[in-house]
């Protein structure tokens, strides 16, 4: 009877000392917790105050932390391609505006940033092209097709208003300058406007 009692006691001791062990173990465990997520609105007035100051990359990052926390949101995409077009960072800017247009297709900031971030790299490769002597063939044909939709779009007989006149000199007395002068201004004309050729 003596032994029967002795292991019982044996294995209470035991079973306390597993218990024991086990609670220890979770009462030694850190405890992690993740640190709440800022609001959106705190997360908003941290990148305006740093684009007001001129930390525009600064700005852009923390826009695009913002873009991240709240995926379905499209007011931190609006603030990058405002940014980007604002800097003169057309392709970025499309590409931001393309993001805000996943979240809410008929934004029409969005798609202004889109249309004109368009037209201005468009201007810039036919510029080039036009200074190259590029300009030619099938893409002359789709570049005056284009120009064609952009002024009945724009309800315009010309898609870029001429320059205003300048106050010209009266030239020297000899025929040859007129003639010098006339292809100046007509080379000039026609690189200065890329869509010279389109009108």
């Not at 603030?79 to 809410?104: K, M």
């Amino acid at each position: 009877m003596k032994t029967v009692i002795s292991l019982g006691r044996i294995g209470r001791f035991i079973g306390a000392a597993v218990c024991a062990a086990s609670l220890s173990a979770c009462m030694t465990a850190p405890v992690v917790q993740k640190p709440a997520l800022p609001s959106m609105e705190d997360m908003l007035a941290k990148a305006s105050q740093a684009s007001g100051a001129g930390q525009k990359e600064q700005a852009v990052t923390l826009w695009k932390a913002a873009a991240e926390a709240y995926p379905t949101d499209k007011t931190p995409w609006t603030n990058i391609a405002q940014t980007r077009y604002e800097a003169g960072q057309y392709g970025e800017a499309i590409v931001s505006a393309q993001e805000v247009l996943v979240r809410d297709p008929n934004d029409r900031l969005a798609n202004s940033i889109i249309a004109i971030s368009g037209l201005r790299l468009s201007t810039r490769a036919l510029s080039d092209l036009s200074r190259q002597n590029n300009l030619s063939g099938s893409l002359r044909t789709e570049s005056q097709d284009l120009a064609k939709l952009l002024r009945e779009s724009l309800g315009e007989t010309v898609l870029v208003p001429p320059q205003a006149p300048q106050a010209v000199s009266p030239p020297r007395n000899t025929t040859a300058a007129k003639g010098k002068k006339g292809k100046a201004k007509a080379a000039e004309d026609s690189s200065a406007d890329p869509f010279n050729a389109l009108k």
